[in-house]
Every structure is written in C-alpha cells, then in structure tokens.
C-alpha cells in the first residue's frame, strides 16, 4: 500500500510541475517537461520495482512506441481546432476522438504486419 501511495504522489508531482512550470515559465518549459517520457519511466520503475520482470518493461516500451505515435494526432488536431476558433470542450473532445481513431487505426495497420499491441 505504500508503494501505491508514492506512486500516487509522484505522478501528482510530475502534472503538477507541467502546469505550474507552465504557468511560471511559459509554454515552451511545460511542453518541454511534458514531452520528457516521464510517465513511461516511472511505469518502468514502478513495474520493475514490483516484479523485476524485464520481459514485461521490454513488451511495455515495445507497445508504447506504437502507441505514441497515433497519440500525437491530439497535439495537432487541439491547437488547430483552437485557432479555428471552436471552444476549448469542444475542442478537446473532438482531439480526443480523432487521437482515438488513430489509436484503432494503427492498432488495425501493425497487426496486418504481425505487430502485436
């Protein structure tokens, strides 16, 4: 219960210092900072400290890499949808379903190359 406890404190940390860092320095800091695969390194160590089992972060990384990849397309469909003008929920939600069709559509392209994720 304790490893839960830091775990969930240190993923509060790591949102917490991309809004206030944000907030504090500008865009270009936070960006920085969120773009920094933290969560995935955390994952790592949290999943090894767990289970020491290497097998397990290998086949992990191997499906984030896949999976960074459609997840980009909210980073590009938010700030255009912005500038257009359409409200920041409607916006989001609408980056959120086309982040998710290039989720189904990458999942559907990688296994037809007998990538499994």
Do not use: Q
């Amino acid at each position: 219960m304790t490893l839960y406890v830091v775990k969930v404190i240190v993923s509060a940390l790591v949102v917490a210092g991309v809004t206030e860092l944000t907030r504090r320095a500008g865009a270009f800091w936070g960006g920085l900072l969120a773009s920094l695969p933290l969560v995935s390194l955390l994952a790592f160590a949290w999943l090894y400290g767990e289970t020491r089992d290497v097998a397990a972060i290998a086949n992990l990384s191997w499906n984030i890499f896949w999976l960074v990849l459609p997840s980009l397309t909210l980073f590009v469909a938010l700030p255009v949808l912005l500038k257009r003008g359409i409200g920041f929920p409607v916006a989001l939600i609408i980056s959120l379903v086309v982040m998710t069709a290039a989720y189904l559509a990458t999942a559907a392209t990688v296994r037809r190359f007998g990538v499994h994720i």
